[in-house]
């Protein structure tokens, strides 16, 4: 599974930014996508995920402003980002689960200015 991940760039605090990433090769049996983080000098964090049937889950810092979605039939995630502030600032890396392995993206980098 190749995940290509896009939409980073740099942003002002409070604004909107939107990431995706396609899943390509084998994408059968696709459970799990979701996005990880990490700052400069911080662990990698989870941000959020979502399943197959759409169920979802955030990190409670980005619950209310980030919104994960999936399209299937695309194999493509998205993460919807509001209200943007400068500790959201990171490398975004898309994940995808496939029975038992995780597949990690080439990350992206995000950047809020304050």
Known sequence: VQLQA?????????????????ASG???SINSMGWYRQ???????VVAS??????????????GR???SRD???NTV?????SLKPEDTAVYYCTARRLT???WGQGTLVTVSS
């Open 72 to 74: 299937n039939d695309k």
């Open 101 to 103: 392995t995780e597949y």
């Open 50 to 63: 979502i399943t197959r049937g759409g169920s979802t889950n955030y990190a409670d810092s980005v619950k």
């Open 78 to 82: 998205y993460l919807q980002m509001n």
């Open 26 to 28: 084998n994408v059968v």
């Open 6 to 22: 896009s939409g980073g760039g740099l942003v002002q605090a409070g604004g909107p930014l939107s990431l995706r990433c396609e």
């Open 39 to 45: 700052g400069t000098g911080k662990q990698r964090e």
């Open 66 to 68: 980030f919104t994960i």
